[in-house]
């Protein structure tokens, strides 16, 4: 099979099967790549400063505390971010203020109508009543806002790891094919610091379901991320483990790539020829599990890494399926992802996948954006 044919046929059904669009020169060179000099990690990331935003949730409070046991862990500073959405609330408040006044207004004139009177109606106000009533109906700017004041403190913060409660509101939706479903929103606001790319920082996201992190390091990644982006993830995980720590990657080729691959390799002369999934399946786990083999650690990175010294596997099959597994025997603290989007505000469905199952599980998740 040629690989980088493929995978160029691949990238122009991005849509359809979640895959980045690439230059055929950019695919060729992602296994050049995959050598073993070439993906050798002789340093990571050391970890200075956690972050965390506490508020009144359950899933604020378990950032506080997981935030805490990494700072102990990792033997850092921490930086607690205090923070409430009060404009919902305030809002209903305002408006019920507002309508009750505009009633009596309107209730004082019929009646002046009504009766025939000459009479002239004032409405009196407390001056606080009167200066929050005219600041909500202010149009304000983006770095006004609640969420423009965390970007600018996470920011500020220049923590390299921030942790966050996420709320998993339950959404219903409709598939493609029509089909019905529910699955665990990740927030307005989790979403709205995702995106924001000014923020160097990694979210490791929290939910309120998370219980004590056990010294385990998961990391998941896809057989269509480049070496290079698979590479910073296994740099980043590193920072998180000790000399205890048990660390491994695990490749997943989903059966929606093993099925694209495989009719997207049929002759042209054939079009109803069968297409041979196994042998794609075979081909594409082997590719991946070369990938992994190749990424090898510096002696000295060994020395440090005793018990954790990462171990890499490679599974065929639906990504929930494989993430279910390893989240069942393997039992993880801490679960790793990265996402490679193709649009810049939204994560990838492989990262997004992964993420609400992870944290519908109670474990927490670190997204590496892309």
């Given at each position: 099979?040629?690989?980088?044919?493929?995978?160029?046929?691949?990238?122009v059904m991005a849509e359809n099967n979640w895959m980045s669009a690439r230059k055929?020169?950019?695919?060729?060179?992602?296994?050049?790549?995959?050598?073993?000099?070439?993906l050798e990690i002789d340093e990571y990331p050391t970890i200075e400063r956690i972050g965390c935003v506490l508020d009144s949730s359950p899933q604020g409070r378990n950032a506080m505390r997981i935030a805490t046991a990494l700072t102990k862990r990792l033997d850092t500073t921490l930086q607690i971010i205090v923070s409430e959405d009060f404009y919902e609330p305030l809002e209903v408040l305002v408006d019920a203020a507002q309508k009750e006044l505009t009633e009596l207004e309107t209730l004082a004139q019929d009646h002046v109508k009504e009766t025939g009177i000459k009479a002239k109606v004032d409405q009196v106000i407390g001056e606080k009543l009167k200066i929050t009533l005219e600041m909500f109906q202010q149009e304000a700017t983006s770095e006004e806002t609640l969420?423009?004041?965390l970007i600018h403190k996470i920011r500020e913060s220049e923590a390299q790891i921030m942790v966050?409660?996420?709320?998993?509101?339950?959404?219903?939706?409709?598939?493609?094919?029509?089909?019905?479903?529910?699955?665990?929103?990740?927030?307005r606001y989790t979403l709205m610091l995702l995106r924001e790319r000014s923020i160097p920082a990694n979210f490791l996201l929290v939910s309120g379901k998370t219980g004590e992190i056990t010294d385990k390091v998961l990391a998941f990644v896809s057989v269509e991320q480049q070496p290079a982006s698979i590479v910073a993830l296994y740099r980043r995980a590193?920072?998180?483990?000790?000399?205890?720590?048990?660390?491994?990657?695990v490749g997943i080729v989903g059966d929606k790539v093993i099925e694209t691959v495989a009719r997207l390799d049929l002759p042209e002369e054939d079009?109803?020829?069968?297409?041979?999934?196994?042998?794609?399946?075979?081909?594409?786990?082997?590719?991946?599990?070369?990938?992994?083999?190749?990424?090898?650690?510096?002696?000295?990175?060994?020395?440090?890494?005793?018990?954790?010294?990462p171990t890499s596997e490679v599974n065929t099959g639906t990504i929930?399926?494989?993430?279910?597994?390893?989240?069942?025997n393997f039992k993880p603290g801490i679960v790793f992802v990265r996402s490679v989007p193709e649009l810049a505000d939204n994560l990838d469905p492989f990262a997004e996948t992964i993420t609400r199952q992870?944290?519908?599980?109670?474990?927490?998740?670190?997204?590496?954006w892309d």
């Open positions: 099979m040629n690989f980088a044919k493929t995978y160029l046929g691949l990238s055929l020169d950019d695919i060729e060179m992602m296994f050049k790549k995959t050598t073993r000099p070439k969420g423009g004041k966050i409660g996420v709320p998993l509101f339950k959404e219903k939706g409709t598939s493609e094919l029509g089909k019905e479903y529910v699955h665990e929103s990740l927030g590193l920072s998180f483990t000790t000399e205890k720590t048990e660390f491994k990657i079009p109803d020829a069968t297409p041979d999934l196994e042998a794609v399946a075979t081909k594409l786990k082997s590719h991946m599990e070369d990938t992994l083999d190749s990424i090898t650690l510096k002696k000295e990175i060994d020395d440090v890494i005793i018990l954790g010294s929930s399926e494989i993430v279910r597994i390893y989240l069942d992870v944290l519908s599980s109670g474990v927490p998740v670190l997204v590496l």
